[in-house]
Structures are given as C-alpha cells and as structure tokens.
C-alpha cells in the first residue's frame, strides 16, 4: 500500500512540476481581434491552441507547460472569404483560425514570455522589434520578485513616420514597420557587420518606437529597460489595448 502512496505522490508531483503558467488573454479593444500563439524552437510542440477569436471585451485563456518560451500576439482585419483565413495585419499565412507553428508577418506587436523550470524565474517582455499593430500589456499575478507590467499602452500607428506606414486599400494606417522591416539594412537589422551591441547602436527610428512605448523592445539590442522577470511560477494576463 506504501509503495502505491508514494508512486501517486511521485506522480502528482511530476504533473505539478510540469505545470507552467496560466496566461489569460483579454481584447480592450473596440475591434475584434484574432490572438495567436507560437512555440520557440523549430522542432518544438507547440500549444494545444495556435489560434482564436476575441470579440471586444471578450477574454480567453491558454496553457503553459514547464519550461516554455514563445510568443503571443494579436491579429486584426481577419476574414474566410473563400480562399482561407486572413488577416491585414500579424497573419500567419496557415489560412486557418490557428497558426499550427506558424509565426506573426510583420510589422506585429509581440508579446514574448520565458517560463522556467520548477518556479525559477521568468522573462517576459513586450517587442516592437517586429513593428507594431496593437497596443499590449503583460501582468504576472502570484509571482515573487519584481514582477512588473510589461506595456505599450499607445497607439503608435496614429505617430507611425510616413515611411514605415502600412496602409489598407482605404488608406488607413493599420500598421507601423520596423526600419529593419522596411529598409532591410543591416544598421535597422543589428545584421552583417551591425550584428553586435556596439555596431548596432539606436537609429532615429528605433528611437521613435522607444519614446512612444519605453517599456517595450524598440530595437534588437534594447535589453536594459525592455526585459522583465518573475519567480515562483506566476499567472499572466495579457491585455490588448490596455489603459494609457
């Protein structure tokens, strides 16, 4: 009888340990929108759910195994009309709801968490490094350590310079490239011989991104204020269009 009490308790144990993190996810926005999640790694499994719908003000939840590192993000403009699923912005190309590995096409707003091993300490961060779409935050809940928000509450398509504009067939501004994105140089790309911190220093570009949204990643090198952590196996909350 002892040696199947303590097979359960090994048991349940390695499930806790397993156990990542809860990440809820909720759309402030007053337009739908279409979150999508990606597994890191090229062989990596990825979540049982790649890809969803949430109306305004509509919130949904995925799991997170232990350790995990990937990305979320959200997609706008989505429509079946036919041919397949897509979106104008942050499309995944799988012509699906769910994106099944597929990544976000820039420009994208990304949210990118780390999750470690048995409640070590945690990374996550907001990225503009992709350009941007929506605006975002992450919350960790339950965590110890600093544990802050994580945001970029403004709408930088509404400042987007006229040369990292994406436009609808309206004209509307829908999203605001990366200079990478949009010029493909290595000095935009942190690429070539610009492929180290000190060869890739701020642009005047980069520098827009950052003093719209401090907080987030404005550029690939932008780590001193841009990366946040928390222990002890936290919860997350991710808000699209979360208040300024």
């Not at 303590?6 to 144990?13: E, G, K, R, V």
């Not at 195994?65 to 499309?91: K, L, M, V, Y």
């Not at 470690?116 to 919350?139: C, H, K, L, T, W």
């Amino acid at each position: 009888m002892r040696t199947h009490v303590a097979l359960w308790i090994s048991f349940s144990f390695l499930l806790y340990a397993a156990q990542g993190a809860t990440v809820t996810f909720t759309n402030q926005c007053s337009y739908p929108l279409w979150p999508a999640t990606l597994t890191g790694g090229e062989n990596a499994q990825q979540l049982a759910n790649t890809g969803f719908e949430l109306q305004p003000g509509e919130s949904d939840s995925v799991e997170l195994p232990s350790p995990w590192s990937g990305r979320f993000w959200a997609r706008t403009g989505c429509s079946n009309n036919g041919g397949g699923f897509t979106c104008a912005t942050g499309d995944c190309a799988s012509g699906q709801v769910e994106c099944n590995g597929a990544g976000g096409i820039p420009p994208v707003t990304l949210v990118e968490i780390t999750v470690a091993e048995n409640g070590g300490q945690d990374f996550y961060d907001v990225s503009n490094v992709d350009g941007f779409n929506v605006p975002v935050s992450i919350s960790p809940e339950g965590g110890t350590g600093e544990c802050a928000t994580s945001t970029c509450p403004v709408n930088i398509n509404d400042q987007c310079p006229e040369q990292l504009q994406q436009r609808d067939s309206n004209g509307n501004v829908i999203a605001c490239k990366s200079a990478c994105e949009a010029f493909g140089d290595d000095q935009y790309c942190c690429t070539g011989n610009n492929s180290t911190p000190e060869t890739c220093p701020p642009t005047d570009f980069s520098l827009f991104f950052e003093e719209q949204c401090p907080d987030a990643y404005s550029y690939a090198y932008d780590d001193q204020n841009s990366t946040f952590t928390c222990s002890s196996s936290p919860n997350y909350f991710i808000i699209f269009c979360p208040d300024p």
